[in-house]
Structure formats: C-alpha cells, structure tokens
Nanobody
Framework: QVQLQESGGGLVQPGGSLRLSCTASNFFYLWYCMAWFRQAPGKEREGVAIIDDAGNATYATSVKDRFTISLDNAKKTLYLQMTSIKPDDTAMYYC????????????????????RGQGTQVTVSS
C-alpha cells in the first residue's frame, strides 16, 4: 500500500515562501500522477497542482505563476514550492498519488486519488 508523508508546513508571512515535501513509500508505479490539494476551514477541497511521471504539470488558476510542483524520482519525493504566498493560501495541504495508464492524462481534481497523505498545515499571517 502506498504511503505518503507530507512535511514543510508552518507559519509564513504574506509575500513569503515555503516548500512542502511529500515522501512516498511502497510506490512502484511506472506511470503515475502525483498532486497537491488543499482544504481551508469552511471551504471545499481545491486541487492545487498535478504532475505526471513525464513531468507534465498543471496548476489551479489561483496558484499559477506562484507555486511550482516538482518531482525527485530518485528520492520518490514530491515538492510544492510556494512563493508570493497570500492569506487565502492558508489551508491544510495534502499530497495524493495514483498510477495511470500509459498515455492517459492525470485525473483532475486529485483529491480522490488512491493514496493520500495526512496533510501539513500552512498558515499565512503577519
């Protein structure tokens, strides 16, 4: 069973930067999708970014040009580099992953992927 563990959350000031990490274990897919989604109190879940094994990435409009998703395949670690952070970015951030069929696109939104982590809290406040 795939296990995902997020880290890197915390308190950050508006305009600041933060990097989230997600380490995968028991992850043996050849073709796969990994993603970040978030949920703020009282709000619905929101897909943040998705990346596939080929490095193709998509972003939510709300984070495009501010966040960057990336993969270190050797370390089986997913990252989310967050810059120009806004108060609206305050949320619990979750990592998600699943296998995909060759040449099939990643499902979007990603919050019902087969594997999901426990989340890491990001709080934006001055």
């Amino acid at each position: 069973q795939v296990q995902l563990q997020e880290s890197g959350g915390g308190l950050v000031q508006p305009g600041g930067s933060l990097r989230l990490s997600c380490t995968a274990s028991n992850f043996f897919y050849l073709w796969y999708c990994m993603a970040w989604f978030r949920q703020a109190p009282g709000k619905e879940r929101e897909g943040v970014a998705i990346i596939d094994d080929a490095g193709n990435a998509t972003y939510a409009t709300s984070v495009k040009d501010r966040f960057t998703i990336s993969l270190d395949n050797a370390k089986k670690t997913l990252y989310l580099q967050m810059t120009s952070i806004k108060p609206d970015d305050t949320a619990m951030y979750y990592c998600a992953a699943e296998g995909r069929r060759w040449h099939s696109p990643c499902r979007d939104p990603p919050y019902d992927y087969n594997a999901r982590g426990q989340g890491t809290q990001v709080t934006v406040s001055s």
